[in-house]
């Protein structure tokens, strides 16, 4: 396993173009996005995951936090009268683009919210 920490830079103009290729964010503009990948990349390097996956974790990672400001909201469903309005709670578990990045984080074994394993040889 490599480490990441010698790493520079994503090619953010391939993601970007990836990410808006997504239903969720075509009409998202690319410079928002473009911001999103910079500061998933800044999260995403602190894991220490290797090279190799570092593009794919910066993507979800960056898909998980426009999804989360593009929906953010305190209720799932609000209703006033014969008025109702539904948004979907990403904070309940339901957030695909965060799920796998959970899961690749548990495939190198540091994902932190279920601790950190490592042996002493």
């Known amino acids: 396993m490599s480490d990441s920490t010698g790493v520079t830079s994503v090619d953010n103009t391939t993601l970007v173009e990836v990410i808006q290729k997504l239903s969720a964010f075509k009409n998202v503009d690319p410079d928002v996005i473009d911001s999103f990948i910079n500061d ?5 390097k602190s894991y220490g995951l290797p090279d190799a996956v570092l593009s794919t974790a910066v993507r979800l990672y960056a898909c998980h936090t426009l999804l989360i400001q ?3 909201s305190e209720f799932q469903t609000e209703t006033m009268g014969s008025l109702s309005h539904t948004r979907f ?5 339901n957030d695909p683009y965060w799920l796998e990045f ?8 540091l994902n932190r919210s279920r601790g950190r394993a ?3 040889d």
Do not use: F, H, I, M
């Open 89 to 93: 709670d990403w904070s309940k578990g």
């Open 118 to 120: 490592w042996t002493v």
């Open 102 to 109: 959970q899961r690749l984080l548990d495939q190198y074994g």
């Open 70 to 72: 593009a929906t953010n």
């Open 40 to 44: 998933a990349t800044a999260a995403v």
